[in-house]
């Protein structure tokens, strides 16, 4: 099973943990390292190394980061660079990593990077599509 380290600006990390917690409970093999504004990329670069280490046991490590190009992403990049039991994957929502925390049992990293983006699209939607999307499924459920 693939380790999880999920890293982001401010509370972001710790924020979507105490979410997860709240909805699906305890998961084994995952952390959450926030980047404060006091923090500095030698800082967080240290905290995610102590994280990988604690995560040796794991056949791989997922890191779920929250915005393309900022230090977690950086950071996570640099540290899985030519490693193929590591994906980075960014732009976090809670929808992605509930679902991929539920579902990473048996994927290989890159099976995780592929349902783990098909899982955050799904995520992103609006009231007014899912409405549309309802009556167009009912309409098609009436038959002729």
């Given at each position: 099973?693939?380790?999880i380290?999920?890293?982001?600006?401010?509370?972001?990390?710790?924020g979507?943990?105490k979410?997860?917690?709240?909805?699906i409970?305890?998961q084994?093999?995952?952390?959450?390292?926030?980047?404060?504004?006091?923090?500095?990329t030698?800082?967080?670069?240290?905290?995610l190394?102590?994280?990988?280490?604690?995560?040796?046991?794991?056949?791989?490590?997922i890191?779920?980061t929250?915005?393309?190009?900022?230090?977690?992403?950086r950071?996570?990049?640099t540290?899985?660079?030519?490693?193929?039991?590591?994906?980075?994957?960014?732009?976090?929502?809670?929808?992605l990593?509930?679902?991929?925390?539920?579902?990473?049992?048996?994927?290989?990293p890159?099976?995780?990077r592929r349902?783990?983006?098909?899982?955050?699209?799904?995520?992103?939607?609006?009231?007014?599509?899912e409405l549309q999307?309802?009556r167009?499924?009912?309409?098609?459920?009436?038959?002729?």
């Amino acid at each position: 099973m693939p380790g999880i380290i999920l890293c982001g600006h401010g509370g972001f990390a710790s924020g979507l943990e105490k979410a997860m917690l709240q909805i699906i409970g305890e998961q084994e093999d995952f952390a959450a390292v926030d980047f404060p504004a006091e923090s500095t990329t030698a800082r967080l670069t240290q905290e995610l190394e102590a994280t990988l280490a604690l995560m040796s046991h794991c056949d791989s490590v997922i890191f779920l980061t929250d915005i393309l190009g900022g230090t977690p992403f950086r950071v996570a990049a640099t540290l899985s660079q030519g490693r193929e039991d590591r994906e980075v994957i960014t732009g976090t929502n809670l929808q992605l990593l509930l679902e991929m925390a539920l579902e990473r049992d048996s994927l290989s990293p890159a099976e995780f990077r592929r349902e783990a983006l098909a899982c955050g699209h799904r995520g992103l939607t609006s009231l007014t599509d899912e409405l549309q999307r309802e009556r167009c499924c009912e309409t098609e459920d009436e038959g002729i």
